[in-house]
């Protein structure tokens, strides 16, 4: 046995780990180390270079000189030293677009409609030492590119290395709309983490975030002209998210290849909206809140009151104007009809207009809906929009399946664009007990916990016929914030997340024993970036690939 | 509704949270605001004043001006402000040890055994401003009850202060041993994680470090005399813990009241001690791994051969003179018999002998047990050594029940001293998914999630007798590391741990729903301190007391 199991160790010890991730469509790579030159250099060819394309190939450049992470083998880049001494030099990385490709900056191109993105690079690492290219249709793909770049070095004794030269890659991903979710409305995230995590998303190629930003427990958004809701619907006053901070987030993931997606949850979860305006929330606090609400506290717009309609497409509007995104959430999820049947302003407005409670939600769901199509947004929905409410939607709406996986035929069969985004395999925050209290052995409604593996075995088309197929637009993991806060923003998101990224860009059906080595290195590199991924494995495991699969 | 609502809300709001934790036997507050002076003075009468004492009273007020933490409630401090202008104001604290008790370092009483450790203290802060006092029998009393009294003080516009004055408490622990076990083998830990973590266990009364130092995957404690175990066995040299570094930690928990209980685990759990001495271990590496061991990598001490008994009852010896405790656990969990069944050596060696593995398990566990009984420390071991071998043990031994809480009865029926350790109510790492690869939707063994709720809930006593019950020495939460790192230590661990450490502080049997707010005081509080505590509801519940329950 001793025998066999040594063999083992140094078959996986020395087997050097290509660590890519996502992993691209189509790659090749040889086993020559190559180094780079002190003076490495990232040019990029033609006029009028972008300045976020020029920002971010110096970012690239203080990875390749920073992130100092040793290559996860026995003995770590030890291992690789021997090869060191007549290894050839890299002194250039050249950057340029196709024939015919005009320069724009990376954050117009991230910010165009999901269909429109164009993120196909060719990435060539020649292994004598002659310059390296990346060429693209357009600066969000040189932008990938760099990305790949970045993720094929390592660092031993001060030498900044390779063992997989040559390197050639052609890639492009499998679907336009990768992102991550977060909720800065149960729990409050300073613009710093929600940066930190927007670097993290970057380097594994998502490319949506989707910001939850307000719900009934608080409102950080200051939104010109309705100030008033986040003075009195934020935490604290050190709580909010002003509009510099909003156009500081959207440009920052901008430069980094994101889109922001923002969501103003309606006509639910808005209880919040009663600290400023109480005359608009039907049952706000109404206990037991568990008749009212999904979750404390109780509150829900009255829908039914042209007023309310009209201040919330007003409100739109002024949010369209400080998100570029063509992407707009409006919601739509958890709606609660005995708060409008204990509700008399909204009974009397059914009654007055002779409007049934669904009729009422239509005319609202129309009526906010244009506010942000006059705007040139899309809107975006819950599935709840059209799979329990009868309301009139765009054609173009797009989707969000977040109830359960199985309903995801059901929004195609309606002929939507949909995103990815069940809890049953890209919830964050499931598995970790249930919150709310005076609930002794209570555990999340979600559980169990979802692992990176559950969560990357998912299938994006199952069940789905060739056209329903088409309308799958991608999707995300999303991170509900009941018991998360900036303490575990990191440890919970990451580097799991990079599950449903490569899922999402590499396609479906990839092998999870290999793709674990791929996805330490990630983890480690975030580390050497400032992210706290967590562990997946004893780093025993991590430097012994396979060597803790449950059959090795 | 609405109005029922809003009487909800104002009463809960305005109720202050008593936000000690763990929770005093015996305590009476008042509604009077006391301001803490500028000037404040903590200051110990009597002479030969040890120095760790004077050292925590001077913590304890950088921890006073230092918490700047609002008190949990709608508006935060500015609800209590009105009250600064007529609230007393108090200059002094005053420590003192019961006529006929003497001085003796906070160290020295912290690290006597479980059973001799007085932590009792007498705790009165008048309302009228005039001297607060402190008294008990040993230092390590007033120690637990300047911790207690730092807990009172909430701050607003620079102004610290109580809303609770007066307060008299006279407080004891319920059980001797409360403790936290983490594992610094499956993933290394830098000394600053462990003091950060040490000074969190003293803000909740926990007095045991239970250090899982070594395992199978790696080996990070230099033993004088032995140092080839960590230089061949350690990830690094750098994720090392010197014997600098354990006299360090070892004096960092004991000026906190904690006492350090190294485990050196054996037989099983000895893999990583091959990369050193191959001939002292059995199936080193053999595979498929589950075959001989519970986890990667297989490899157990060839405890049948005498040669092994006695390099490890000196290695015992060695460590014993780097711990100052009295306890000392030498393991015993899941010895693997197949691994034996394929070593040639250890089937020699019992040939040989004419003994059976039990009886050569039986002779390895009483050699090394006297080497530590002569070095006056006390065995502690896992329940297999009392319930799945037959393993002459002295009366003395204290076990941890760990595979169930429904095998602490069987370990009381042997007259053992116990310590709650049960993987099903005090396990930090369950439910965060399997971590051995190539396992797709596997989740833990030992889901679910343990919450703070389960562990708080749990019984010491249940179904022992009278006389069983005088067994059970304390409890403790663990943390085994297999997926966990110093990237979510904090998390994963704060504040559930706190829940066993009330548990067996005050007693079992207190209300959740009451808890709930002083655990959100003690995440709260620890967040001000550096210690990334996680947070259990949306801030709108935090500030709300009860109105997240299940039932409000």
Known sequence: MKLVALAVFLATAYAPVQALWPLPQHIETGSSTLRLAPTFQITVAGHGVPGDLVAAASRTKQYLFGDKLERLVVGRGAVDAPSFGHAKVLSRLTLSLERGASFASVTSEAQKAPEDRDE???????????????????????????????????????????????????????????????????????????KRTLDAMSWVKINQFHWHIVDSQSFPLEIPGFTDLAQKGAYSSSQVYTPNDVRDIVSYAGERGIDVMIEIDTPGHTAIIAEAHPEYVACPGATPWATYANEPPAGQLRFADAKVTDYIAKLFTAVTAMFPSKLFSTGGDELNTNCYSI??????????????????????????????????????VW???????????????????????????????????????????????????????????????????????????????????????????????????????????????WPRAASSAELFWSGPGLNISTALPRLHDVAYRMRQRGVNAISLQPEWCALRPGACDLTA
């Open 120 to 194: 196909a690079y060719h990435l060539v690492l020649p292994a004598d030492g002659s310059a390296a290219t990346i060429t693209a249709n357009s600066t969000l793909g040189l932008f990938r590119g760099l990305t790949t770049f970045s993720q094929l070095w390592y660092e031993h004794d001060n030498t900044i290395y390779t063992v997989s030269a040559p390197v050639t890659i052609q890639d492009a991903p499998a679907y336009p709309y990768r992102g991550l979710m977060l909720d800065t409305a149960r729990n409050y995230f300073p613009v710093s983490d929600i």
């Open 343 to 380: 509700d008399e302003p909204t009974q009397a407005s059914l009654n007055a207009t002779g409007r049934t409670l669904e009729q009422a939600l239509d005319a609202f769901t129309q009526e906010t809906h244009k506010a942000l199509e006059v705007k040139g947004k899309t809107p975006v």
């Open 383 to 493: 599935e709840e929009m059209v799979l329990v409410h009868n309301v009139t939607l765009s054609k173009e709406t797009k989707v969000l399946v977040w109830i359960s996986s199985a309903n995801v035929k059901a929004v195609a069969e309606k002929g939507f664009q949909l995103i990815h985004a069940a809890s049953d395999y890209f919830y964050l925050d499931c598995g970790g007990g249930g919150w709310v209290g005076n609930n002794p052995d209570g555990n999340s409604w979600c559980d169990p916990f979802k692992t990176w593996q559950h969560s990357y075995s998912f299938d994006p088309t199952a069940n789905l016929t060739a056209e329903e197929s088409k309308l799958v637009l991608g999707g995300q993991h999303l991170l509900w914030t009941e018991q998360s806060s900036p303490q575990n923003l990191d440890p919970i998101v």
